[in-house]
């Protein structure tokens, strides 16, 4: 059973290092979370290191602009590693073709940028369905549109064999008070209509490799057992843990704020249930990160 606890510090002597969630656990896409931030200043002033381990499609350098934009300081993190790099450095690699068609929000075009750690990376261009290789998704065109709305544009795809590049495996993600869909919702749909997707993010090993190169940059070297990763997805950021071997800590007030009945603390039975339906076992839980 998951240890209830009530502050980060309860356990945070026992890390060096903290692999961080960034969206409903440390900001809520609008806003930075202050209690979250106060624990991380806090921890770092007693020698820890934050990697900041989003599922964000952004390349790092986006995802900092955005947490300026929402009021996250600098001083409560070290690095970063997002999904939407690890996701590029592979789709630079050529895994889905030169030729992609592109599914994404507006302003997610910087995702082809030239990214400069890749030996001898491919051209990469946007092209319609017709002309592809292969399929990047940063995220739905419309992140309140039910996925299925993609049917007609993924059957042609699945018939011509193309496979999916997903920059982000979340399904949702609760930007304020809004559930809105994310890549990993039509990654999940393609893959349930017999396509193929890739998958570069949370709980998928690639993601923690960066990290842990990101840990490593700090001039820290940091052994799993000394790791503790944070976030409020158990189809993410706990299972990635998990397969990982490392300790995890399951921020309930998140995405599962209602199925564990968490207003300052989790209800201990609603929890229990919860995580026993999703067959997931983090190491802790607490309602949210402070």
Same mark, same amino acid.
């Given at each position: 059973?998951? *240890?209830?606890?009530?502050?980060?510090?309860?356990v945070s002597?026992?890390?060096?290092? %903290?692999?961080?969630?960034?969206?409903?656990?440390?900001?809520?896409?609008?806003a930075?979370?202050?209690?979250?931030?106060?624990?991380l200043?806090?921890?770092?002033?007693?020698? &820890? +290191?934050?990697?900041?381990?989003?599922?964000?499609?952004?390349?790092?350098?986006?995802?900092?602009?955005? /947490?300026?934009?929402?009021?996250?300081?600098?001083?409560?993190?070290?690095?970063?590693?997002?999904?939407?790099?690890?996701?590029?450095?592979?789709? =630079?690699?050529?895994?889905?073709?030169?030729?992609?068609?592109?599914?994404?929000?507006?302003?997610?075009?910087?995702? =082809?940028? #030239?990214? &400069?750690?890749?030996?001898?990376?491919? +051209?990469?261009?946007?092209?319609?369905?017709?002309?592809?290789?292969?399929?990047?998704?940063?995220?739905?065109?419309d #992140?309140?549109?039910?996925?299925?709305?993609?049917?007609?544009?993924?059957?042609?795809?699945?018939?011509?064999?193309?496979?999916?590049?997903?920059?982000? #495996?979340?399904?949702?993600v609760? *930007?304020?008070?809004?559930?809105?869909?994310?890549?990993?919702?039509?990654?999940?749909?393609?893959?349930?209509?017999g396509?193929?997707? %890739?998958? =570069?993010?949370?709980?998928?090993?690639?993601?923690?490799?960066?990290a842990?190169?990101r840990?490593?940059?700090?001039g820290?070297?940091?052994?799993?057992?000394?790791? %503790?990763?944070?976030g409020? &997805?158990?189809?993410?950021?706990?299972?990635?843990?998990?397969?990982?071997?490392i300790?995890?800590?399951?921020?309930?007030?998140?995405?599962?704020?209602?199925?564990?009945?968490?207003?300052?603390?989790?209800?201990?039975?609603a929890?229990s249930?919860? /995580?026993?339906?999703?067959?997931?076992?983090?190491?802790?839980?607490?309602?949210?990160l *402070?």
């Amino acid at each position: 059973m998951s *240890r209830i606890i009530t502050s980060l510090s309860d356990v945070s002597a026992q890390y060096d290092a %903290l692999f961080v969630d960034l969206w409903g656990c440390v900001h809520n896409g609008v806003a930075a979370l202050p209690d979250a931030v106060a624990a991380l200043q806090a921890y770092r002033a007693s020698g &820890g +290191k934050v990697v900041l381990v989003t599922n964000s499609p952004r390349p790092r350098a986006g995802v900092e602009k955005q /947490l300026i934009a929402f009021g996250v300081p600098d001083d409560s993190w070290d690095t970063i590693a997002t999904s939407g790099d690890s996701a590029r450095s592979a789709m =630079f690699r050529g895994v889905v073709g030169q030729d992609v068609w592109h599914i994404g929000y507006p302003g997610d075009e910087r995702f =082809f940028e #030239p990214i &400069g750690v890749v030996k001898d990376p491919i +051209k990469v261009r946007a092209v319609p369905l017709e002309e592809a290789t292969g399929i990047v998704c940063t995220g739905p065109y419309d #992140p309140l549109a039910d996925p299925s709305v993609m049917r007609p544009q993924f059957l042609v795809a699945k018939q011509r064999g193309l496979k999916l590049l997903c920059a982000n #495996p979340d399904i949702v993600v609760d *930007r304020g008070e809004q559930r809105e869909w994310c890549a990993g919702a039509l990654a999940q749909l393609y893959t349930e209509m017999g396509g193929e997707s %890739l998958y =570069f993010g949370k709980p998928h090993p690639p993601i923690y490799d960066l990290a842990r190169r990101r840990l490593a940059t700090l001039g820290a070297d940091v052994p799993d057992n000394r790791i %503790l990763a944070i976030g409020d &997805g158990v189809l993410t950021d706990i299972a990635g843990a998990m397969g990982e071997d490392i300790d995890s800590l399951f921020i309930s007030g998140g995405l599962a704020a209602a199925e564990t009945k968490t207003r300052t603390d989790p209800d201990p039975d609603a929890l229990s249930l919860y /995580l026993k339906k999703e067959m997931s076992n983090p190491t802790y839980t607490i309602g949210y990160l *402070r």
